[in-house]
C-alpha cells in the first residue's frame, strides 16, 4: 500500500523560506514522477512542480525562480525547497504520485507578517 508523509510547514513571515519533505513508502518511487500541489482556502487544488523519476522538473510559473523540488532515491523522498515566500503562498501542500489518487495528508504553509 501506498503511502505519503509530508512535513516541513510552518508559519513563517514574507521573504522568508522553508523546506518541506515527503517521505514515500512502496517500490513505486524509484519508477514514478512525484509533484507537490496545493491548495488554498476556496480554491482548486494546483501543481505547484513536478519531477519525473530521470530528474526532469516542471514548475508552475507563479513558483519559477522561487521553488525548487528534488528527490533522493536511496531515502525514498522528494522536497520543495521554497524560498521569498509570499502571503499568496498560503496553503495546504500536498505531495502526489503524478498520475495517481495517491496523497499526503498536507502540510500547512502560512507566509504572513
Known amino acids: 500500500q501506498v503511502q505519503l508523509v509530508e512535513s516541513g510547514g510552518g508559519l513563517v513571515d514574507p521573504g522568508e523560506s522553508l523546506k518541506l519533505s515527503c517521505v514515500a513508502s512502496?517500490?513505486?518511487?524509484?519508477?514514478?514522477?512525484m509533484g507537490w500541489y496545493r491548495q488554498a482556502p476556496g480554491k482548486s487544488r494546483e501543481l505547484v512542480a513536478s519531477?519525473?523519476?530521470?530528474?526532469?522538473?516542471n514548475y508552475a510559473d507563479f513558483v519559477k525562480g522561487r521553488f525548487t523540488i528534488s528527490r533522493d532515491h536511496a531515502k525514498s523522498s522528494v522536497y520543495l525547497q521554497m524560498n521569498n515566500l509570499k502571503p499568496e503562498d498560503t496553503a495546504v501542500y500536498y505531495c502526489?504520485?503524478?498520475?495517481?489518487?495517491?496523497w499526503g495528508q498536507g502540510t500547512q504553509v502560512t507566509v504572513s507578517s
Open positions: 502526489n504520485i503524478i498520475g495517481t489518487d495517491a
Open positions: 519531477m519525473s523519476s530521470g530528474g526532469t522538473t
Open positions: 512502496g517500490r513505486f518511487f524509484h519508477s514514478s514522477a
